[in-house]
C-alpha cells in the first residue's frame, strides 16, 4: 500500500519564474470542472452556461492535457490553493482527466470546526470499487506539523471493508491543508443507502475527532465486467486471467496462479490497457496497486481506467512476471540469535539481522527497477503468520535499502521470511483481446 507523494518537479524552480500564470483562466477552469450549475436557476444564467460550455470545455481539456504532458505546467499549477491534488492525480492517472472532464466529481462542501480546527469536506468521485475524498484542514496556528490517524468510512453504523491511503501534510509550516484520502475497496460499495459518515482524528495536543456525514446524490456509474477465463502457460508456468472489471476510479484483473507451478511468482511489474491507437493505460499510482495474496493462489491489480471512453479495440498486457524457484522464494531467520539460517545462492541481496527483530536488506537496481519493497511477511517454527511493525526505505539511482522491523509477539524461531520482489523474470508475456461487444 502506497502513501501517494505530490511530485513539486523542483528541477524547473528557475524556468517557473519567467512563466506568466494565468490565474484567473485556472481558476474559472478549476471551478467548471468541480462543480456543476446549480439546479433551478434563473433562465439567464441557465443560458448564460448553455452558450459557454463549448468554451469551458475546451479549457479544461487543454488545461488537464497540459498537466499531464508538461512537468512546467503542473508544476505552476499546483501552486494555484487547491489545485496540488488535482495536479497529483491527472499527472499520474489519465483516468482522472476524464472524470473531471465528465464532471463525475461530486462537490460536497461540508465544513466542520472542533478545537479550532476546520475541516472541510471539499467533494467525492465514489464508484463501486472505492471512493477519493477531498477535504482541507485550516486552523488559526502552524498545522504542518499534524498527522491524520483513524480514518474510517462508515454506512449503516459499521466502517466499510476497504484500504485507506493518504498523502503526508506540508513539511513547511501552513495554516491550510488540502489532502485527499484513497479508498479502495477490494469486494465492492453498494450505494443502495447513500449516507456515509467520514471518521478522522487529527494527531493534535486535544486528538480531535471529526464526524461528518455526507449524502451523496449523484448516480453511481455501472462497473463494466468482462468474464476472461483465459488460462497461459508461461516459461512452463500456468495462470488464468480470470476477469477484468472497469470502473471510473480504477480497472481491476483479477488472475488465478496454479498450485502445480515449479516457480513462485511474485509480482507482474507491467499491467496495462491499450485501445486501437496505441494509447495506454497502465499501472494505478494513487492508492492500493492490488489485493489478495499471490502465494494464496489468486491475486488481484489495479491499473489505471479508461471507462469514460468507447475504444473499438481494446488489449489487456501482462508482462514482467517476477518468479524464483520455490524452495528459494524466502530466507530463514533466528531473531533470538541475530543470525541468518537459510539465503538462497540465487538472492543477489546485502542481508543483516538488527537489534533480535529487524532485517536489514540492500539490493542493487538498475535505473528502470520499480521495486519498492523486497520482503514481505512470512511464517513461525510453528506456521503462525508472522507480521511486519514497520518498514522504512530510501534508494539511489545504484540501490534500494529497507529496514523491516517484524511483531516477534509469541513468534517461535527460526522464521521464514518471504521474498515479495525480485528482478527475475520468466521468458513471456500475455494479451488478451477484450470482448467489447
Known amino acids: 500500500m502506497e502513501n501517494v507523494v505530490v511530485e513539486h518537479y523542483e528541477r524547473y524552480a528557475e524556468t517557473l519564474d519567467g512563466i506568466i500564470v494565468p490565474t484567473e483562466q485556472l481558476a ?5 470542472g468541480l ?20 468554451i469551458i470545455m475546451g479549457i479544461l481539456i487543454i488545461f488537464f492535457t497540459s498537466i499531464r504532458i508538461s ?14 491534488r488535482l495536479v497529483d492525480l491527472i499527472t499520474w492517472d489519465k ?18 470546526t472542533n478545537n479550532d480546527l476546520t475541516l472541510t469536506l471539499d467533494g467525492i468521485i465514489a464508484d463501486e470499487t472505492g471512493m477519493i475524498v477531498f477535504y482541507t484542514l485550516e486552523a488559526p496556528y502552524d498545522i504542518s506539523r499534524l498527522d491524520t490517524r483513524g480514518i474510517n468510512i462508515l454506512q449503516n453504523g459499521e466502517a466499510i471493508q476497504a484500504g485507506y491511503s ?11 491543508i488540502e489532502d485527499k484520502i484513497v479508498i479502495d475497496a477490494p469486494d465492492g460499495i453498494s450505494y443502495a443507502n447513500a449516507n456515509f459518515i467520514l471518521e478522522l482524528e487529527i494527531r493534535d495536543e486535544y486528538h480531535t475527532e471529526f464526524s461528518i456525514p455526507f449524502t451523496l446524490q449523484q448516480p453511481i456509474a455501472v462497473t463494466k465486467q468482462y468474464e476472461l477465463n483465459k488460462e497461459f502457460t508461461i516459461d512452463g508456468q500456468r495462470l488464468t486471467v480470470q476477469s477484468l472489471s472497469i470502473s471510473p476510479l480504477r480497472a481491476q484483473v483479477k488472475i488465478a496462479i496454479d498450485e502445480n507451478n515449479t516457480m513462485q511468482l511474485l509480482q507482474i511489474k507491467n499491467i496495462k490497457l491499450v485501445d486501437e491507437h496505441g494509447e495506454e493505460w497502465g499501472g494505478i499510482r494513487n492508492g492500493i496497486s492490488g489485493w489478495g495474496n499471490i502465494r494464496e493462489g489468486e491475486v488481484g491489480y489495479n491499473i489505471q481506467s479508461n471507462f469514460f471512453r468507447e475504444p473499438e479495440q481494446l488489449t489487456l498486457h501482462l508482462g514482467s512476471i517476477e518468479a524464483l524457484p520455490k524452495g528459494q522464494d524466502y530466507i530463514e531467520v533466528d531473531f533470538e540469535r541475530n543470525k541468518l539460517l537459510y ?15 529487524s532485517l536489514r536488506s540492500k539490493i542493487v537496481v538498475d535505473e528502470d527497477s520499480t521495486i519498492s519493497t523486497t520482503f514481505s511477511g512470512g511464517i513461525d517454527a510453528e506456521g503462525k503468520p508472522l507480521y511486519f511493525n514497520s518498514s522504512n526505505s530510501h534508494s539511489t539511482d545504484d540501490y534500494i535499502e529497507s529496514v523491516d522491523n517484524y511483531n516477534l509477539s509469541e513468534i517461535v524461531n527460526p522464521v521464514r521470511i518471504y521474498v515479495n520482489s525480485y528482478p527475475s523474470y520468466l521468458n513471456g508475456s500475455i494479451e488478451i483481446a477484450i470482448p467489447l461487444q
Not at 512537468?71 to 496540488?84: E, L, N, R
Not at 483516468?95 to 466542520?112: A, H, R, S, W
Open 71 to 84: 512537468p512546467v505546467f503542473a508544476s505552476t499549477v499546483a501552486k494555484i490553493p487547491g489545485m496540488d
Open 166 to 176: 493518504y498523502s503526508g501534510f506540508s513539511s513547511e509550516p501552513t495554516n491550510i
Open 28 to 32: 474559472a477552469a478549476r471551478l467548471a
Open 35 to 54: 462543480q456543476r450549475a446549480k439546479r433551478e436557476r434563473t433562465r439567464t444564467k441557465q443560458l448564460f452556461w448553455i452558450r459557454n460550455a463549448s
Open 95 to 112: 483516468g482522472i482527466e476524464d472524470i473531471f472532464d465528465k464532471q463525475y466529481y461530486e462537490p460536497l462542501n461540508i465544513k466542520v
Open 343 to 357: 539465503v538462497p545462492e540465487q538472492l543477489d541481496v546485502e542481508l543483516e539481522i538488527m537489534n533480535h527483530r
